[in-house]
């Protein structure tokens, strides 16, 4: 599955002071927006971690060093240089030794943080209990709407002998219509949602929650991006 970046994300990445993305296509969807986003921010989106620079030889400051901010991510080579190259952006002078020892130092912290992101978005129990880690979900292409890069997908259903479905669905500035056979429940974690009908439009925020019910007509959308958990009833609708 594809992990999706959006425009939301180059900003984040802006707001971290970062320069670049590794995305290589074969893992990640990047939105056309959040290529224009990352083109205005000067954010390089790129297949693979560039190689660190090597400038002339110094010695390290002891107390410029940037303190570095706690992560939920797995230790990761993408990880490690990305906070490589915001350290030595503060630092005057950074040769191929002293780049080395500043990756190894990183490497071992961030292998000592407790909390890592999950390896898998799903933690099943004895007791028939699903945990599904929304972190660590990945959105594949949606072929029900094509050419609209919509992202969605399944996490509780059939399989696990539940009578309703449920997944994730996210996008950016696209509307299409879709016709309901089943109920469905929204829940908007990010951006906003909107769900127009023959009525008027309902837009529903972060903590929010739409029903829409059975055999009802709309056109969903967004003008701005939103990522939403859906519970459809019964869970085979199609």
């Not at 130092?105 to 799903?122: V, W």
């Not at 209990?129 to 609209?148: C, M, Q, S, Y």
């Not at 696990?160 to 299409?176: I, L, Q, T």
């Not at 429940?185 to 739409?210: D, F, Q, R």
């Amino acid at each position: 599955m594809k992990q999706l970046i959006s425009a939301a994300d180059i900003r984040q990445a802006k707001s971290d002071k970062k320069t670049f993305i590794v995305a290589p296509a074969k893992d990640f969807i990047i939105t056309p927006e959040a290529r224009e986003v990352a083109k205005a921010e000067g954010i390089e989106l790129l297949d693979s971690t560039p190689e660190p620079a090597c400038v002339t030889p110094a010695t390290l400051p002891a107390t410029t060093l940037p303190a570095t901010p706690a992560t939920t991510l797995p230790v990761s080579t993408q990880n490690v240089a990305s906070i490589q190259a915001e350290i030595e952006s503060h630092l005057p002078h950074v040769d191929s030794e002293q780049s080395a020892k500043i990756q190894k130092l990183i490497a071992r912290a961030m292998g000592d943080f407790k909390q890592k992101a999950p390896e898998s978005p799903r933690q099943i129990n004895d007791d028939g209990i699903v945990l599904v880690r929304g972190n660590a979900v990945k959105l594949e292409t949606f072929d029900g709407v094509p050419g609209k890069n919509i992202g969605v997908t399944d996490v509780i259903g059939a399989e696990d002998g539940s009578n309703m479905g449920v997944g994730y669905m996210g996008w950016e500035n696209a509307f299409f219509p879709w016709t309901l056979n089943y109920d469905e429940v929204n829940v908007v974690l990010e951006g906003e949602l909107h769900v127009k009908t023959a009525s008027g439009t309902t837009i529903a925020k972060p903590g929010e929650v739409i029903f829409i019910p059975k055999n009802t007509s709309v056109e969903f959308g967004t003008p701005t991006h939103v990522r939403y958990v859906y519970v459809t009833y019964p869970v085979e609708w199609s």
